[in-house]
T-cell receptor, first 117, second 110 residues
């Protein structure tokens, strides 16, 4: 399978616990994005990487959220001290960015559904 | 004002009809526009991209862009029940990340 892979598919946790999600992008893609989606809404940008560098974080992103992309390959998203409001689908997307027109296309993984009890 | 706005629907059309989905955006510097399809419980799937004013056709899908009016639309011809999904409009503006609308739920009735 050469698509974007996310693990786990589902995560149920208790409020206050820490959780970590993993994303493996399409192998030749140099950019990796994290989005969050709640029911009835479109995906909301969280952060993105170009290779191993984290280039942008949403102003709405709490300090409890941290993401890494060591060696520019897979990425992890950690949420510390989870809250019920963190319940959502966490989507990872990857793209191949080259210089030139801004026609970069994002391809999404299947997502990790987080439920905080 | 939301950065990307879509009619939430639901929009229902009979099988074989043309479904028309609309999207407006607020950032005049936006350069890239995308339509994603999302089936219930699944992740968004890219179906169309458009970068220049005018129409772009791909099979039964036509994307239309009017930058002066800050408007982008998606037409689905000969709609099929399998087209029933939520359609997300996404715009890349001055910021580098894609901004999504909240989606329009489409139901194609057999």
């Amino acid at each position: 399978d050469t698509g974007v892979s996310q693990n786990p598919r589902h995560k149920i946790t208790k409020r206050g616990q820490n959780v970590t999600f993993r994303c493996d992008p399409i192998s030749e893609h140099n950019r990796l994005y994290w989005y969050r989606q709640t029911l009835g809404q479109g995906p909301e940008f969280l952060t993105y990487f170009q290779n191993e560098a984290q280039l942008e974080k949403s102003r709405l992103l709490s300090d409890r959220f941290s993401a890494e992309r060591p060696k520019g390959s897979f990425s992890t998203l950690e949420i510390q001290r989870t809250e019920q409001g963190d319940s959502a689908m966490y989507l990872c997307a990857s793209s191949l960015h080259t210089s030139g027109p801004a026609n970069e296309k994002l391809f999404f993984g299947s997502g990790t559904q987080l439920s905080v009890l | 004002q939301k950065e990307v706005e879509q009619n939430s629907g639901p929009l229902s059309v009979p099988e074989g009809a043309i479904a028309s989905l609309n999207c407006t955006y607020s950032d005049r510097g936006s350069q890239s526009f995308f339509w994603y399809r999302q089936y219930s419980g699944k992740s968004p799937e890219l179906i169309m991209s458009i970068y220049s004013n005018g129409d772009k056709e791909d099979g039964r899908f036509t994307a239309q862009l009017n930058k002066a009016s800050q408007y982008v639309s998606l037409l689905i011809r000969d709609s099929q029940p399998s087209d029933s999904a939520t359609y997300l409009c996404a715009v890349r503006g001055s910021a580098r990340q894609l901004t999504f609308g909240s989606g329009t739920q489409l139901t194609v009735l057999p």
